[in-house]
Nanobody
Framework: QLQLVESGGGLVQPGGSLRLSCAAS????????IGWFRQAPGKEREAVSC????????NFADSVKGRFTMSRDNAKNTFYLQMNNLKPEDTAVYYC???????????WGQGTRVTVSS
């Protein structure tokens, strides 16, 4: 069964950058759709950026377009979210997700907290 662990969160000043990592184990990510989601305090979880199992990519949140970039490294069985020009409204717990088209099941990491503040 796929297991996901996020890392790379922390405190950063507005305008700064962070790179979040999602390390997978238990299965290869090659055949999974992958994505990043975030949840701010008191708000619903929202999709940030996803790559489908067929390879198509999409940023779901208009607020991050042009600032966030998602990538994957199949050799390391890891995918990333590069976050540039961070804003206070980006403050949230960020979760990574793997979607199995075979098992029709989603797998979630435990989340990593990102705080953007001066």
């Amino acid at each position: 069964q796929l297991q996901l662990v996020e890392s790379g969160g922390g405190l950063v000043q507005p305008g700064g950058s962070l790179r979040l990592s999602c390390a997978a184990s238990g299965s290869t990510l090659d055949n999974y759709g992958i994505g990043w989601f975030r949840q701010a305090p008191g708000k619903e979880r929202e999709a940030v950026s996803c790559i489908s199992s067929s390879g198509g990519s999409r940023n779901f949140a208009d607020s991050v377009k042009g600032r966030f970039t998602m990538s994957r490294d199949n050799a390391k069985n890891t995918f990333y979210l590069q976050m540039n020009n961070l804003k206070p409204e980006d403050t949230a717990v960020y979760y990574c997700k793997g979607e199995s088209p075979v098992l029709h099941q989603d797998y979630w990491g435990q989340g990593t907290r990102v705080t953007v503040s001066s």
